[in-house]
């Protein structure tokens, strides 16, 4: 038997839900950087909107944004991985000790969930400014 099996299988299905939502932001990001192909598509081929011009010149500018939003959710899902691996690793050999340590802070959870935070806002303003660009 394993000593102290349940923290280390504790610490792994942690580190795995941690990977899983890496893949899930970097997936997100993915589609953000190609959402905007979608709605340059959309709009070009539709004849019977009255705003067609205006939606093809700012089809740059919009392209950009989106490209930048998307990479910037891949990088944040690569950090994402970096850290929960190196937070997998240090949480291994702390479990591995006979000593009793403390847990540590939760400055680097409440950073990411400003992130978030931060790039939901960003991705509400875009889509909403889409919105009024196609009317």
Request: overall charge neutral.
């Amino acid at each position: 038997m394993i000593p102290r099996f349940t923290d280390y299988a504790a610490n792994e299905r942690t580190y795995l839900a941690w990977v899983r939502t890496a893949v899930a932001i970097m997936a997100f990001g993915f589609l953000v950087e190609r959402f905007d192909l979608f709605l340059a598509y959309l709009g070009r081929d539709n004849p019977g909107a009255s705003s067609n011009v205006v939606a093809s010149a700012a089809a740059p500018h919009h392209l950009h944004s989106t490209q930048i939003a998307g990479l910037a959710l891949i990088a944040l899902g690569i950090m994402i991985t970096f850290g929960a691996t190196i937070r997998f690793i240090h949480h291994r050999k702390t479990i591995a000790r006979d000593e009793t340590v403390d847990y540590g802070t939760a400055l680097g959870d409440v950073m990411l969930a400003l992130l978030l935070i931060c790039f939901a806002a960003f991705l509400g303003v875009y889509v909403y400014h889409q919105l009024l660009t196609l009317d």
